[in-house]
Structure formats: C-alpha cells, structure tokens
C-alpha cells in the first residue's frame, strides 16, 4: 500500500462490527450504495450514520477542498459535498465501502466530469488489485499524495469576484494529467465570470480592476496607467474572441490567464509587504518575469 501523507491517516478509521456487517448485506443487493432500495431496510441507519462519518473523516484529511480541484466544499455557494469513489463503485462494487478509495469532491469534479470514467486508471483491469498504488493512478491520488505537492490553487476574492489560479509545481506527468482531466484551466476562466447578471466582458473587466485596486501595492507605474492597460487588453481584437451580444469583445483567454497571474502575484507580494489600504495616489509595480526555478 502507498504511503499515507494526509491526517488523520486511514488507519485510524475503524469499522463497528455492525458496521462491517451492514456493509457485507449492502455489498450482496445489486446496488450497494443506494440506501432507498428494497433489501436495504435493516441496514440502512447503519449505512447512513457510516457514509457520514465518512464524509467527515475525508473532510478533516482534505482540509474541506476538493480532492481534485481544491474549491472549497463549504464556501462554493454552488457546490456541494459528494463522497467520491476513486475507483467508480460501478467498475470495482468491493470498492465501495474502502477507505481509501473514499474521498471527497465538488458535484462539478464528481457528476460532471469524472463520472464512471476509468481513463485515469493505468491499467483498468487490474486496478481492483492494485487500487491502493498511487502509480496505478494517472491523477494525483486524494489518499495517497498530497495534492500542493504537484498543484497549489491560489484564490483571491474582491466582493462578488473571484480570481483563481492553479500553480503546476511539478512538470511531471500527473500534474498535467490532473490539471487537463479535472479542466482546472476552465476554472481559472469561469471564476471571472462570477459577477451575476452582468455580461461577460464587463464581469471580467470589473473582477481585474477592482482586484487590482485593492492589492495595488509598489512604485513603478501609476495605478491609473495599469488599469488602462489591463481595459485595453480587455477589448482588444484578436484572432479568437468573439463578441457577444453587446458588441464588446470577450477578453482573449490568453490575455487573461496573463493577468489572473499578474494580480496572484501582486497579492502575494502585497500580503508579504503586510498590505494596508490605498488611496488614488498609489501606484502598483508589475510582477518582474519569474526566476527559472532552481531544483533543490
Ligand atoms: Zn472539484
């Protein structure tokens, strides 16, 4: 069995025996997670209270993320909190009580896009004997890796508008997999459009600039100047985008990762600088290009 990095460790889930023993009647009924379900009567209290306690236990390891795509299971308005079998209970039923097969995930990662797949199993064949090998894995595993190590999603929230970016921390296989399976690329993007009622263009124009505002932290170019800059680029022409029934251009995706990065970064740096509040006079420095990191 692959290392476990997460707290508290898997080994300190213990099964009642009346839990053990519900589990085996759930396990032998044709559908052995549906709790309404004729043949789950006497087990089903049982079932309940277990699926709970089992939710709780992988929010405590998970911190209360996503295991894939680290929104906040609590905090997301829209999500919602779904145990997740990383093997699918439909492809390994054995699966479905194991602890470390259990996780939990938002409906986005879970009903909407991992469903029943077993693309991101090595080996789908023989994944019911080697589940609890983090290699058999092409994602980033939820019990058996820590998720920062390969990917760090950064949040920065200004009233309704919420800017996220994921970090790849390591070039390597599973990193790009996950981020790819899980569309995290698409997150980064939705999460300009959060302002509701407003249309695209605008919410995404207004989610920089009052970011920028509130994090605008330095000396070189004048608050002012970047925000005309980052308008500029907001309705520029090119290639790709499209316009949308008002007739503003969409801001291209490119551009616009280009930014989300540029405002993480001048967070991060304000927050370090123990940030204080600014006035119209400030100015903001753009983020210097980032060091090639050295291999420690
Ligand atoms: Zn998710």
């Known amino acids: 069995m692959s290392h476990d990095p997460l707290h508290p460790p898997l ?31 006497p087990v089903r209290d049982t079932l309940k209270a277990l699926r ?67 693309s991101l199993f090595h080996n789908p064949a023989t994944i019911k004997d080697t589940h609890q090998d983090k290699d058999s894995y092409k994602i980033i595993h939820p019990n058996f890796e820590v998720y920062e190590d390969f990917i ?3 949040q920065l929230q200004e009233g309704t508008s919420v800017l996220v970016k994921f970090n790849k921390r390591k070039e390597d296989a599973k990193t790009e997999f996950t981020y790819e399976f899980f569309k995290l690329r698409e997150l980064e ?29 330095g000396d070189s170019i004048p608050l002012d100047t970047f925000i005309s800059l980052i308008r ?35 967070y991060a740096k304000s927050v370090n600088e123990q940030y204080t509040p600014i006035g119209h006079d400030r100015t903001l420095s753009l983020p210097a290009p980032r060091a090639q990191e050295s291999d420690e």
């Open 232 to 266: 500029q680029a907001a309705t520029s022409e090119s290639d790709d985008d499209q316009k949308n029934s008002s007739g503003i251009n969409t801001l291209p995706k490119d551009e616009m990762n280009k930014f989300i990065t540029a405002a993480l970064e001048l």
């Open 152 to 154: 760090s999603r950064t």
């Open 52 to 118: 709970n306690r089992i939710k709780y236990f992988h929010l405590m390891r998970q911190k209360n993320l996503c295991c894939y795509c680290r929104s906040n299971l609590y905090g997301g308005g829209l999500f919602t909190i779904d145990r997740e079998h990383i093997v699918p209970k439909s492809h390994c039923k054995p699966l479905t009580y194991e602890i470390s097969n259990l996780s939990v995930a938002c409906k986005r990662c879970n009903m909407e896009i991992k469903k029943n797949k077993t």
């Open 189 to 217: 993007c939705n999460s300009f459009d959060a302002a509701q009622g407003l249309p695209q263009s605008t919410s995404t124009q207004t989610a920089i600039e009052s970011s920028l505002v509130s994090i605008a932290q």
């Open 11 to 41: 080994s300190e889930f213990a099964l009642t025996t009346e839990e053990t023993d519900a589990i085996k009647h759930a396990l032998a009924l044709h559908d052995s997670w549906k709790l309404e379900q004729v043949g789950m009567e």
